[in-house]
Structure formats: structure tokens, C-alpha cells
């Protein structure tokens, strides 16, 4: 049966097509809500399963063998891509040290860097084969089912490059606003889908959508929309240079990587 090109957030119907993608895919664009998505759409359980076995983003995504885990604690995870110094600052320079969770972990090298950086870091990552490694080989606290972690039980959540692969972002929201200190931040980082590389090269800017991105996001889709879970929210944009500022038509926010920072109100 033909699956449905209603917008994967909202419902609406109100959806049109962008451009095309090696011809069997489409970004497509709700008018709704502003979220634009890959068509064909995953469906949760096709993309909790894919998750559980097949996905593989290289390094990012391998478990190290025990022998090589002091090396890339020693280089703070730059091998897999994830070191953290550009990150932090951001962090450390508006929420203080406290209560953390990594939505969307992986095997915990951003958990581990938090804890050395004096935060109370626990994460959450989908694939239980990931959290199994990080409990068994650093000693984190980490779960596979978000239904374990209390409510409001966190001061910061911080969710690096996750939100691009999760087929509802509803999902998640619902999520922040249950997990969430009244006050609490929301660090959201996502590749750029509005920004001067997605604006020259469409699709063809790696990120945009692909095989595992089946989302691609804006400024404009969290500000219009994560206002409805309890957050105001201010952006930025790599390199951090500027401060991070309310959503406005005339705000450029021109980097590969976007910054969202929700205050739980």
C-alpha cells in the first residue's frame, strides 16, 4: 500500500515536495508546522529496530575494543568524532554544572566527558547493545528505555546530532517536557537545514536527508513548535561566535551545525 505523504509531526496533509533525492527520495515540506522530511517516511518500530541492529555511522556508531579505550579517552573521543570542547563551552557559559542527560548517547563517550567536566551525567540511548557496552566497559549510567528515568529528574538535557533520526520529533518534545526541572535547559545540536550549506546545495549537502536522517531541521520548525511543550527558546549557530538569540526572520544563522537552547518555563 502506498504510504501517506502527510507531515510525521503534526498530521496535517498540507505537505509539499522540495527537491528530489537519488529519484526514490523527497524532502517535502508541511506547511503546518514548517517540518520538513524525508519521503518515504520511517515508521517507529522500523526505526527502533534499525537501531537495535543494522546502524552503523563508522566510528560514531563502533565499540572499541577494551585495549584502545585509554587512547581515545586520552584525546577526548576525537577519533569518533566526538570531543566535546566547543560543545561545553556553550553549555558551561549558560546552565551550571548539575543533573545531565545525553539523549541519544551511544555508547557514552559524551557522558564520560561530561562526568570528568564535574556534571552528574547520565544518558540515554535506544540501541541496548550500545548501553551495554558503555555501563560494562566505563562505568556509566546509562538506559535503553526512557521509561526508566524519573520525571523532571534532570537540570540539563543535552542531545547531539539525535533529532535528525527520530521519524516524530513529538516523540522526543514530550519527552524533554517529562524529564525537565521547571527551569531547566535544553541543548539541542542538529545539522543546519536552513543554514548557507543547505541553502547552496539542497540535497545534495550530505546532511540534509539521506538513509539515516529523516529529518531536516530549522530554527523555525523548534521555534514554532516547542513552545506547545513548555520551552522558550534562543539559537545559534558554528561556530558559537555570537551569543544565541530569539528566533526573528532577519537572524542569520548561517553554520552547518544549529544550536537550540530551551528554557523549560
Given at each position: 500500500?502506498?504510504?501517506?505523504?502527510?507531515?510525521p509531526?503534526?498530521?496535517?496533509?498540507?505537505?509539499?515536495?522540495?527537491?528530489?533525492?537519488?529519484?526514490?527520495?523527497?524532502?517535502?515540506?508541511c506547511?503546518?508546522?514548517s517540518?520538513?522530511?524525508?519521503?518515504?517516511?520511517d515508521?517507529?518500530?522500523?526505526n527502533?529496530?534499525?537501531?537495535?541492529?543494522?546502524?552503523?555511522?563508522?566510528?560514531?556508531?563502533?565499540?572499541?575494543?577494551?585495549?584502545?579505550?585509554?587512547?581515545?579517552?586520552?584525546?577526548k573521543?576525537?577519533?569518533?568524532?566526538?570531543?566535546?570542547?566547543?560543545?561545553?563551552?556553550v553549555?558551561?557559559?549558560?546552565?551550571?554544572?548539575?543533573r545531565?542527560l545525553?539523549?541519544?548517547?551511544?555508547?557514552?563517550?559524551?557522558?564520560?566527558?561530561?562526568?570528568?567536566?564535574?556534571?552528574?551525567?547520565a544518558g540515554?540511548?535506544?540501541s541496548k547493545?550500545?548501553?551495554?557496552?558503555?555501563?560494562?566497559?566505563?562505568?556509566l549510567?546509562?538506559?535503553?528505555?526512557?521509561?526508566?528515568?524519573?520525571?523532571?529528574?534532570?537540570?540539563?538535557?543535552y542531545?547531539?546530532h539525535?533529532?535528525?533520526?527520530?521519524?516524530?520529533p513529538?516523540?522526543s518534545?514530550?519527552q524533554f517536557?517529562?524529564?525537565?526541572?521547571?527551569?531547566?535547559?535544553?541543548f539541542?545540536?542538529?545539522p543546519?537545514?536552513?543554514?548557507?550549506?543547505a541553502?547552496?546545495l539542497g540535497?545534495?549537502?550530505?546532511?540534509?536527508?539521506?538513509?539515516?536522517?529523516?529529518?531536516?531541521l530549522?530554527?523555525?520548525?523548534f521555534h514554532?513548535n516547542?513552545?506547545?511543550?513548555?520551552?522558550?527558546?534562543?539559537f545559534?549557530?558554528s561556530?558559537?561566535?555570537?551569543?544565541?538569540?530569539?528566533?526573528?526572520?532577519e537572524?542569520?544563522?548561517?553554520?552547518?551545525e544549529?544550536?537550540?537552547?530551551?528554557?523549560?518555563?
Amino acid at each position: 500500500m502506498r504510504q501517506g505523504s502527510q507531515c510525521p509531526y503534526c498530521g496535517s496533509e498540507a505537505t509539499s515536495r522540495l527537491q528530489r533525492k537519488k529519484l526514490v527520495m523527497q524532502l517535502r515540506c508541511c506547511q503546518a508546522c514548517s517540518l520538513m522530511f524525508r519521503y518515504p517516511k520511517d515508521d517507529d518500530a522500523e526505526n527502533k529496530g534499525f537501531y537495535q541492529k543494522s546502524y552503523n555511522q563508522q566510528t560514531v556508531t563502533e565499540l572499541p575494543k577494551k585495549e584502545e579505550l585509554p587512547g581515545h579517552i586520552a584525546t577526548k573521543f576525537v577519533n569518533v568524532g566526538r570531543d566535546l570542547t566547543d560543545h561545553l563551552k556553550v553549555i558551561e557559559a549558560i546552565a551550571p554544572k548539575s543533573r545531565l542527560l545525553d539523549y541519544g548517547c551511544s555508547w557514552g563517550y559524551c557522558v564520560h566527558q561530561f562526568r570528568e567536566n564535574g556534571y552528574d551525567a547520565a544518558g540515554f540511548e535506544i540501541s541496548k547493545m550500545r548501553v551495554d557496552y558503555g555501563r560494562e566497559m566505563l562505568g556509566l549510567d546509562l538506559v535503553s528505555d526512557v521509561k526508566q528515568l524519573h520525571d523532571a529528574s534532570f537540570d540539563i538535557i543535552y542531545s547531539a546530532h539525535a533529532l535528525e533520526h527520530i521519524p516524530d520529533p513529538a516523540v522526543s518534545f514530550r519527552q524533554f517536557q517529562r524529564l525537565l526541572k521547571p527551569g531547566g535547559s535544553l541543548f539541542v545540536f542538529v545539522p543546519n537545514c536552513a543554514g548557507e550549506p543547505a541553502r547552496r546545495l539542497g540535497v545534495n549537502w550530505g546532511p540534509m536527508i539521506n538513509e539515516k536522517h529523516v529529518l531536516a531541521l530549522t530554527a523555525e520548525f523548534f521555534h514554532r513548535n516547542l513552545s506547545t511543550y513548555g520551552f522558550s527558546t534562543e539559537f545559534s549557530s558554528s561556530p558559537y561566535l555570537q551569543s544565541p538569540q530569539p528566533f526573528r526572520d532577519e537572524l542569520v544563522l548561517d553554520g552547518e551545525e544549529l544550536l537550540v537552547i530551551g528554557k523549560r518555563v
